[in-house]
């Protein structure tokens, strides 16, 4: 057993409670992730249910609490551009200072920025299994939503 390895599977409880409830019905959790997205002088923080029809984009407060800001759902269909860490964007995604850090998701009306623990031999160390399969099922779900 690691040494964070209680903290994730604390993490992976919160997150099946926040998510479950907005799942329809039949429908399955594949997998969540902790979701920060930088501003200027703060963070905005989400978590993030991935599920084989759509992603669920929760707002969060700092204890993991929901912020009262409206759950979103965000299907294929909705993407219109996406990149993780910069691959598959545009060039301007490649070339971005922090594009390497971020999985980027486009729509219509919303531009999330993520930055989501993993993706480098560090980072997975540090990380736990069940969030491991979460950043896989999100990366899957956004590569498969590229036009």
């Not at 707002?59 to 912020?67: A, G, L």
């Amino acid at each position: 057993m690691g040494l964070f390895d209680a903290n994730w599977e604390r993490m992976a409880a919160i997150l099946r409670e926040l998510l479950t409830p907005l799942l329809a019905p039949g429908e399955e959790l594949v997998g969540a992730v902790q979701a920060n997205q930088q501003k200027t002088f703060s963070a905005k923080l989400f978590a993030v249910g991935v599920t084989p029809q759509r992603l669920i984009v929760v707002p969060v407060n700092r204890k993991w609490q929901p912020t009262g800001d409206p759950p979103r759902s965000v299907t294929r269909a909705d993407i219109t551009g996406c990149s993780v860490w910069g691959w598959g964007g545009s060039v301007r995604d490649f070339l971005s200072a922090s594009a390497d850090q971020q999985i980027r998701i486009q729509t219509a009306d919303e531009s999330y920025k993520w930055m989501v623990l993993g993706g480098n031999l560090l980072e997975n160390s540090l990380a736990g299994a069940d969030h491991l399969r979460g950043l896989d099922a999100l990366i899957e779900f956004v590569l498969s939503a590229r036009r």
